[in-house]
């Protein structure tokens, strides 16, 4: 189960800065086990079944520096079906990485960089893309129209991952920010938001789904709107009590003309705790193929409820990289942690 190199072309030898002869003899995944058995398997991104298999990793140049590369191989199988080698197509992937990684600083810097100051409560909130770039989204708006003076979060999930969604993501963004700042109510800023996206995915398959939750302290109101996202989780340590935020909704993107409605509570209380989340933070495995869940979810917020805010969301965001015990996330993971602090506040 070695794989040493029998042959290869200049392009190659002069990508990692050796001589065709220097070359063959050498073994180029040494040092890496996983992808060697990767590409002995064929279960590297294809069915076991398959000869083909497609698998990014990094290869050592002549001075032992890395070069991040795409494998395209084909297995060379003899008549009794024992692989004899395998015939490898390799991309020098360096300026894409280079390109990429601008584009993820890009990215990232159109989500909050710090939490909000705003009386009576506690934020914080956190992106982890699983790739460069990620089709996930969260923002804090605010709202002081007829002296009103909502709090408003917002989570989002596009479709994927990638940099289509990561393009995507960034123009709904634009576009609810925008439209945040006009006049209107909630379920009227989701309505232009889903005409908008309707018309930018037409045809693609792409959608996004979102949570909108507004928090209004001199009302004690919570209004939010579900579209086709996981429902945002309210924990009361007074009793002990968790509730979904349920409510009907279908994700933006795939009726241009749905009509949207706000569910509304008029019971915010105390030191409630509230989590917003796309589902890569749930549904996050470990070697075992076992998900992080919801379950495990609320035994961690319960247990660290006494925690502001960062301290609630440090915690969860460490049980779960505990808990996948360095399995790479496979989706984009965001969680916004809101705690209502009034007694925090001097009378």
Request: charged content about 25%; hydrophobic content about 35%; proline content about 4%.
């Amino acid at each position: 189960n070695e794989l040493h190199i029998v042959d290869s072309n200049d392009a190659f030898a002069k990508m990692v800065g050796e001589s065709r002869t220097e070359l063959i003899g050498s073994k180029p995944f040494e040092n890496n086990v996983g992808i060697k058995k990767q590409l002995l398997s064929g279960k590297a991104e294809f069915p076991s079944n398959s000869e083909y298999q497609k698998v990014e990793c990094e290869l050592p140049d002549s001075d032992g520096s890395l070069i991040p590369v795409l494998i395209h191989a084909n297995t060379l199988n003899s008549d009794s079906g024992d692989i004899l080698g395998i015939m490898a197509f390799i991309t020098d992937m360096t300026e894409q990485k280079k390109a990429l990684a601008l584009a993820g600083e890009v990215q990232r810097s159109l989500l909050p960089d710090k939490p909000p100051d705003i009386e009576h409560f506690q934020v914080a909130g956190r992106n982890i893309a699983c790739e460069e770039v990620g089709g996930d989204y969260f923002d804090y708006l605010m709202s002081t129209e007829d002296g009103e003076n909502r709090f408003s979060v917002v989570v989002g999930d596009i479709t994927g991952h990638g940099v289509d969604s990561a393009l995507l993501m960034s123009s709904a963004r634009g576009f609810l920010r925008m439209r945040a700042s006009q006049a209107g109510t909630n379920v009227d800023i989701i309505r232009a938001m889903n005409r908008h996206l309707s018309r930018d995915v037409d045809k693609s398959g792409r959608f996004m789904t979102l949570f909108y939750l507004s928090f209004d302290h001199r009302l004690k109101n919570l209004e939010w709107i579900r579209a086709g996202h996981d429902p945002a989780l309210r924990y009361d340590p007074a009793d002990d009590s968790f509730e979904e935020l349920k409510g009907p909704g279908l994700a933006l993107g795939v009726d241009l003309d749905y009509e949207y409605t706000s569910q509304l509570k008029s019971d915010l209380q105390p030191n409630q705790i509230f989590l917003i989340y796309t589902d890569g933070l749930w549904e996050a495995c470990n070697e075992e193929r076992e998900m992080y869940g919801k379950q495990r979810l609320k035994d961690c917020l319960r247990r660290y409820a006494n925690l502001d805010a960062q301290g609630i969301l440090e915690k969860i965001c460490n049980d779960q990289l505990y808990f996948c015990n360095g399995v790479k996330n496979e989706d984009d993971l965001t969680l916004v942690v809101v705690k209502y602090t009034p007694a925090d506040i001097p009378s």
